[in-house]
């Protein structure tokens, strides 16, 4: 007979899907600006947190809306 009070169960570490979803997620704090390039409209997006040095530019083709 096995004593099982006495062994410990292994830990599993690493993140869950749904933590390392969250760590990968971003908020929009404004939408800067707006111009078509082309097709596409770019968008000049501020990061929540973020500097304006980290300001991006988002591209969307107008089927994507």
Same mark, same amino acid.
């Given at each position: 007979? +096995?004593?099982?009070? =006495?062994?410990?169960?292994?830990?599993?570490?690493?993140?869950? =899907?749904?933590?390392?979803?969250?760590?990968?997620?971003?908020? +929009?704090?404004?939408?800067?600006?707006?111009?078509?390039?082309?097709?596409?409209?770019?968008? $000049? $997006?501020?990061?929540?947190?973020?500097?304006?040095?980290?300001?991006? +530019?988002? $591209?969307?083709?107008?089927?994507? $809306?």
């Amino acid at each position: 007979m +096995v004593n099982t009070s =006495s062994k410990k169960r292994a830990r599993d570490n690493s993140p869950s =899907s749904e933590e390392s979803e969250s760590e990968n997620e971003f908020q +929009v704090e404004a939408i800067i600006d707006k111009r078509m390039k082309g097709k596409k409209i770019q968008y $000049l $997006l501020k990061w929540k947190g973020y500097s304006d040095a980290d300001n991006t +530019v988002s $591209l969307r083709e107008k089927r994507d $809306l």
